[in-house]
């Protein structure tokens, strides 16, 4: 695949097919959770930056590490309440430091998708050769934890190199997730892998980080939402909530999952799902046509 160009065509949302969903539902949503380990001693997300080139840098850290201690158990509950599947963002290294969080996860038959070795390292600037190793091991080590090969694809960061996808079909993975450009799956030019959307705008991460109070989280949430039905009189849409325990699973924003999770889940025409049912709807309604 060319370095110089987009591992995909243009193709305006205005001259596609309509794309149905089961039940007649126009928006597809699914919870992308992310699962991610962090190293002490390398820079990563940081809530204050002043710190964060220290090794250790402590007050950094112990804000990431909140996720796997407290975080993820809150946001777990709330998930059950509600009935709602999370489609797990998945660092590999989090089968070897976390196996609690895999074995509830399993419990709770949650979706796993493959999102890199670990987020203290982006996914960019390995040469075709390394880049299959390193693929191969993360995608074996989350099949052997979990019991079944992810199918999606999330880079630490968001990040590929232009051979990524080409990569990721070989190992038998059908979609990724990094290319946030669509509010409806598409092809990518590599045989049998296609696009799914993300999102980095609805995104706890993205969004409490510039100063979002709760309650215009949940606003945010139910403008996405409505905006996307209505436009869905054309074809279904897909809407991502994005997730990151140590964002959302703070004791004082838990509350606002708790009732974005409450409204989303007595909409009418939504269908509540998983990245890898949505991936798998749009390929057999793809072939079909």
């Given at each position: ?13 205005t ?51 909140y ?27 989090v089968?070897a430091h ?27 600037g ?12 993360l995608?074996?080590?989350i ?11 999330l ?54 980080g ?16 409505e ?53 798998t ?9």
């Open positions: 695949m060319a370095s110089n160009r987009v591992p995909f065509s243009f193709q305006p949302i001259e596609r097919a309509p794309l149905h969903w089961p039940g007649g539902a126009r928006v597809a949503t699914y919870i992308g959770l992310n699962v991610e380990h962090f190293h002490v001693d390398l820079p990563s997300t940081s809530i204050w930056p002043g710190t964060a080139d220290l090794v250790p840098d402590a007050l950094n850290y112990g804000w990431r590490d996720g796997p201690r407290v975080g993820i158990w809150r946001v777990a509950e709330i998930l059950d309440r509600h009935g709602v599947p999370a489609s797990v963002l998945l660092n590999s290294e089968v976390y196996p609690q969080i895999v074995k509830a996860g399993l419990e709770r038959g949650w979706t796993w998708v493959a999102h890199g070795r670990t987020n203290s390292v982006l996914h960019a390995m040469d075709r050769d390394t880049e299959r190793v390193e693929l191969t091991e995608v074996d080590t099949a052997g934890a979990t019991g079944r090969r992810p199918r999606g694809w880079g630490p960061g968001l990040t590929e190199t232009f051979e990524t996808p080409a990569l990721l079909a070989e190992l038998g993975l059908e979609y990724v997730l990094d290319w946030t450009n669509d509010d409806q799956p598409y092809p990518l030019d590599i045989p049998g892998m296609i696009s799914v959307p993300y999102t980095v705008e609805i995104n706890d991460l993205g969004l409490f510039k100063g979002v109070t709760g309650p215009e989280f949940v606003q945010i949430v139910k403008d996405q939402y905006q996307l039905r209505a436009d869905a009189v054309q074809g279904g849409r897909v809407m991502a909530l994005a997730l990151h325990p140590f964002v959302i699973g703070q004791a004082f924003r838990a509350r606002y999952l708790d009732e974005v999770l409450a409204w989303l889940a007595a909409q009418p025409d939504i269908w509540l799902t998983t990245s890898h049912e949505i991936a709807c749009y390929q057999s309604v793809r072939h079909a046509a």
